[in-house]
């Protein structure tokens, strides 16, 4: 992610050696001499932070700091000021000012401060998007977060498959949520309206399964585990399956059915009978950066559950909750929002085991696949998003084993 600076200084060699400064800090700088000249980017969408000089010709800092505030509340705003004083600060800071500085101002210092408004900044953003998530009619984007390529692609395939009203099987990973993206599709179905009944298939009968067009009364059964679903009760399935006025009928499962079917486990004229829509969930391992997300999201829960306030969680743990694995997939990453919760002293598993230099490589590993994923697979787009020569990228890309074309939609 860019992270900007919308920079106004009436001076511009003060303007100039402020934007090399951030520039040097790996920030981008949008530089004005005005706060008119400035005005059209300061909106509620603007994903970065202002720095602006307070006194200058005509419309000085604190002008544009009420403007800000008009447009968003949220929008972080620093003054800087050769002039300062007491009083000023007092006022710059009443008025909302996310912090005040006086010129000079040393680069590190700046950059702290700009680094810590960013943060915040991206952190409200962030909630605003699950907010209106959250608060859409449409159940994939209020159900199932994620801001990465990977999760909009789940999201558009449950869209497809659940007006279809046909038989789906979904597939994924132990822990990666297979039982909510039932749901999901059972809500935007044709049967949304009617019941949605959760059975484990390993205990499945006969007669449950005849049963089910009684029990689910015009809505879905969703058959947990499809795998371990017993050869009688198998038999009875495709039986209803055929006759086609049963309930719909949605599919888990961790392993794979194919497989399965060809060495003789499962029937095979069942399987092929279920495989009509398939829907795979990706791991969080193919999506890291949706694991903040998804955390925040859990710690929350998790703090309503235990009538407390959710805590902060830092950049630094986030990033250590993005360099592992999570081979648990979203339930190990919801009890481990728990014990966060809870003040639970958190086994970091993998993440502890690795060096600076293995987390990082993990963490660059997942920005490269994002890239590629919003880009379609296309390297050379993908490599001028991320601002890297394109040798540079290619060399990343085979030290990694990444294959452009395997993010190809």
């Known amino acids: 992610m860019i992270r900007k600076v919308l920079l106004v200084d009436d001076d511009t060699a003060v303007r100039d050696a402020l934007a090399q400064t951030l520039e040097l800090g790996d920030l981008q700088a949008l530089t004005f001499g005005s706060f008119v000249a400035a005005k059209d980017l300061i909106c509620a969408e603007f994903d970065g932070v202002i720095l602006s000089d307070i006194r200058m010709p005509g419309r000085d800092g604190f002008h544009l700091l009420d403007y800000a505030r008009q447009q968003d509340a949220e929008l972080p705003v620093i003054l800087l000021t050769g002039e300062g004083d007491i009083p000023m600060a007092v006022r710059a800071m009443g008025q909302g000012a996310f912090d005040f500085l006086e010129k000079p101002c040393a680069g590190e210092d700046l950059l702290r401060v700009l680094d810590r408004a960013l943060t915040t ?11 209106q998530q959250l608060e859409s009619g449409d ?11 990977q999760a909009e692609a789940l999201r558009a395939r449950v869209r497809s498959v659940a007006p279809t009203g046909a038989e789906v ?3 994924g990973p132990p822990g990666s949520g297979i039982s ?10 044709p049967a949304g309206q009617g019941a949605f009944l959760k059975r484990p298939a390993s205990a499945m009968t006969p007669e449950d399964i005849a049963r089910l067009d009684e029990d689910a009364a015009g809505g879905s059964v969703f058959l947990d585990d499809v795998s371990a679903l017993p050869t009688p009760a198998q038999y009875a399935l495709l039986d209803l399956l055929e006759v086609g006025s049963g309930p719909r009928v949605i599919a888990g499962t961790t392993a794979d059915l194919g497989v399965l079917a060809d060495n003789g486990r499962f029937n095979a004229d069942l399987f092929y009978r279920l495989d ?11 999506r890291r950066e949706d694991i903040p997300v998804i955390f925040r999201h859990y710690v929350a829960q998790a703090a309503e559950q ?26 190990s990453l919801m009890s481990a929002a728990m014990r966060f919760v809870l003040g639970m002293p958190e086994d970091v598993g993998q993440a502890a085991e690795l060096g600076l230099a293995e987390q990082m490589a993990q963490v660059e590993r997942s920005l490269l696949i994002a890239a590629l994923g919003r880009q379609n697979g296309r390297a050379a787009a993908a490599a001028q998003a991320l601002k890297l020569p394109r040798k540079t990228f290619y060399d990343k890309l085979a030290r990694y084993g990444i294959r452009p074309e395997d993010y190809r939609r």
């Open 169 to 171: 099987l979904v597939t």
């Open 306 to 331: 235990a009538g407390i306030d959710p805590p902060d969680v830092s950049p630094e743990h986030l990033a250590a909750l993005m360099a592992q694995d999570w081979p648990g997939n979203a339930r």
């Open 180 to 189: 909510k993206v039932a749901e999901v599709v059972h809500l935007m179905s």
């Open 276 to 286: 009509v829509m398939r829907v795979r969930i990706p791991s969080l391992a193919e």
């Open 121 to 131: 900044r991206a952190l409200v953003l962030e909630n605003r998007r699950l907010k």
């Open 139 to 149: 159940p994939a984007a209020r159900l199932l977060f994620g801001l990465s390529p």
